[in-house]
Nanobody, 122 residues
Framework: QVQLVESGGGLVQAGGSLRLSCAAS????????MGWYRQAPGKERELVAS???????NYADSVKGRFTISRDNAKKMVYLQMNSLKPEDTAVYYC????????????????WGQGTQVTVSS
């Protein structure tokens, strides 16, 4: 079984920083793109940042210049460094990974973590 487990969420004041971590474990043969999504109350889940296996990154316009995504392939982890946090960043943050879960090259699928709450107070 494959699991993604996030950590690092919490309560922070506006202007502060948090670092989210996501660890992938289980029957994993290879990991492709990884990313962070968030969902605020009453809103749809949205992409925050993504990173390919070749370390190409993509960010939502709302977080460019404030958030940085990175990954450690050896540890099967992805990180999100969040600086200059704003109240509108408040949401549940989800880790996502597209990975190969079996020996056969066609056995790739999207996996999600359970989410971690980030709350930014004004």
């Amino acid at each position: 079984q494959v699991q993604l487990v996030e950590s690092g969420g919490g309560l922070v004041q506006a202007g502060g920083s948090l670092r989210l971590s996501c660890a992938a474990s289980g029957n994993i043969f290879s990991i492709g793109a990884m990313g962070w999504y968030r969902q605020a109350p009453g809103k749809e889940r949205e992409l925050v940042a993504s990173i390919t296996s070749g370390d190409s990154t993509n960010y939502a316009d709302s977080v460019k210049g404030r958030f940085t995504i990175s990954r450690d392939n050896a540890k099967k982890m992805v990180y999100l460094q969040m600086n200059s946090l704003k109240p509108e960043d408040t949401a549940v943050y989800y880790c996502n990974a597209y990975l190969q879960f079996n020996y056969y090259s066609t056995d790739w699928a999207d996996y999600w973590g359970q989410g971690t709450q980030v709350t930014v107070s004004s």
